[in-house]
């Protein structure tokens, strides 16, 4: 279990493709800390303090679930897309409920829900951010069929979010 966290942390941090279990570190790698400033909009404090709980707790990159919730929503609480879609990371109803989330609209059920969600698709895509982004996106049995460009707006998705995410890297650098 230990190997598989520190290859899902290390390549999401990465963004690498894949790390084969062998090469995986034995002790679990400190996840970086948020770049709340370095997005187009600043993560408010309130919601950077949720993403650092939600990052430690499922082991992922804070910096790649503000990156999310940027593209999501623009860290708007409020949010409803024309799909249906819930939040600041707007889950989708059904995905909702099956992480546990009991109002969508909650920031602090919402990104814990959505982290958990994202926390299992890259450990089903073995720590590829690409897919995981995409299946995020595009639903994660389309893109087990079709990979990461499954869909248009999955691409522009796996691009945008990935663009913030390196931009939030850099600046911790």
């Known amino acids: 279990m230990r190997n598989r966290i520190a290859v899902l942390v290390f390549t999401a941090v990465a963004l690498a493709t894949t790390l084969p279990a062998s090469a995986a570190p034995r002790q679990t790698v400190a996840l970086p800390q948020l770049a709340a400033a370095s997005f187009p909009l600043p993560v408010p404090q309130y919601l950077g303090a949720i993403i650092n709980d939600a990052a430690a707790k499922y082991r992922v990159d804070p910096n790649l679930i503000a990156a999310m919730a940027f593209r999501e929503s623009r860290f708007d609480a409020n949010a409803v897309s024309r799909r249906g879609a819930q939040g600041i990371m707007q889950l989708m109803p059904r ?40 299946a995020y996106n595009a639903g994660p049995e389309l893109v087990d069929r079709v990979g990461p460009s499954a869909t248009k707006e999955a691409v522009d998705y796996v691009a945008a979010v990935k663009s913030f995410y390196l931009t939030a890297l850099r600046a911790l650098s």
């Open 95 to 134: 995905t909702a409920q099956a992480m546990g989330v009991r109002n969508a609209f909650d920031p602090r059920d919402n990104v814990f829900g959505a982290t958990r969600y994202l926390a299992t698709l890259l450990n089903r895509f073995h720590g590829n951010v690409d897919m995981t982004l995409a």
